[in-house]
């Protein structure tokens, strides 16, 4: 079952500080070992600012099937650029599919 077109939650965790969820749209499905986030507003890293998410399950043997159940997956997320392979490690936290 692909993810594609499916709209997510982002609940962070890490970093600490960090104030509100995350909502966008799953752009592509990487075998289940990734998913490309398009955000509904940019993010403003250190060195990047973009709209754009890859997602990968936290820990190791984890996949992200248990979102077309509606669970929740822990993540890492890192701020990606299309035209080049820039990214920048953001977050820590939970995908599920609103």
Not at 67 to 72: D, I, K, N, P, R
Not at 79 to 98: H, Q, R
């Amino acid at each position: 079952m692909s993810l594609k077109g499916q709209t997510v939650r982002i609940i962070v965790s890490e970093p600490w500080d960090w104030k509100e969820n995350l909502f966008g749209t799953i752009l592509s499905d990487r075998g289940g070992e990734k998913l490309l986030v398009k955000l509904t507003k940019p993010i403003k890293g250190k060195k990047l600012t973009n709209h754009l998410i890859e997602l990968r399950p936290r820990y190791e043997k984890e996949a992200f099937k248990p979102l077309g159940q509606y669970y929740s997956v822990t993540v890492g997320g890192a701020l990606v650029k299309e035209e080049n392979d820039e990214f920048e490690y953001i977050i820590i936290g939970s995908v599920t599919i609103d």
